[in-house]
């Protein structure tokens, strides 16, 4: 069973700050997908990567996906009151596992304070 | 562009009661179509997936059943509800044959059972 650990589970900053929040695993994935989700909403998705040791950017957002394809993380740049939220990672399985399902973390909850 | 619209966005329905949400997916053509549930806004727990008209695949027995029954059109059903069917229920749709599986959610449905 493929599992992914998001960390840390709740984070709470001052306007301005940077974080970074991670998802690990021991398998490997052939994508990741990480995800923001608003109270009462459905999850948005931010970004998709694909290949080890991938850096993508979206503004303040900054993605990896490890060399190994094992592991991402999410840097957030001077962050704001809008960046609050539950931000879930999703690792695809490796192709030709003929299956099409994603693996969820639990997720990591932010709040960002004015 | 593609859109999933999930309906209704609330309800609260006695125990022992029917349950009927749909969730149905424009701009496409063909798509995976996935149930989850999601408790106190955390991890999303795969309860149905689907491949295709008809086809139905069950992750997690339960009280709940799937029905596929046009190309866009997936229903989550119960004859009976019980009171831990309570939660947040989302569709996501995929694109058959991609490289990376990923998927896109609807709004949700947030189901009280009293």
């Known amino acids: 069973t493929q599992l992914l650990e998001q960390s840390p589970q709740f984070l709470s900053i001052q306007e301005g700050e940077n974080l970074t929040v991670y998802c690990n695993s021991s398998s490997v994935f052939s994508s990741l997908q990480w995800y923001r989700q608003e109270p009462g909403e459905g999850p948005v998705l931010l970004v998709t990567v694909v290949t080890g040791g991938e850096v993508k950017k979206l503004k303040r957002l900054t993605f990896q996906f490890g060399d190994a394809r094992k592991d991402s993380s999410l840097h957030i740049t001077a962050a704001q009151p809008g960046d609050t939220g539950l931000y879930l990672c999703?690792?695809?399985?490796?192709?030709?596992?003929?299956?099409?399902?994603?693996?969820f973390g639990k997720g990591t909850k932010l709040s960002v304070i004015p | 562009s593609q859109t999933i619209h999930q309906w209704p966005a609330t309800l609260v329905q006695p125990v022992g009661s029917p349950l009927s949400l749909e969730c149905t997916v424009e701009g496409t053509s063909n798509p995976n179509l996935y149930w989850y549930r999601q408790a106190a806004g955390r991890g999303l727990q795969l309860l149905f997936y689907s491949v295709g008209i008809g086809q139905i695949s069950s992750e997690v027995p339960q009280n709940l059943s799937a029905s596929r029954p046009q190309d866009r059109q997936f229903i989550l059903s119960s004859k009976k509800l019980l009171l831990s069917d309570s939660g947040f229920y989302l569709c996501?749709?995929?694109?058959?044959?991609?490289?990376?599986?990923?998927?896109?959610f609807g709004p949700g449905t947030r189901l009280t059972v009293l």
């Open positions: 996501a749709w995929s694109v058959v044959g991609s490289v990376t599986d990923t998927q896109y």
């Open positions: 999703a690792g695809a399985p490796r192709s030709g596992a003929g299956s099409y399902q994603l693996t």
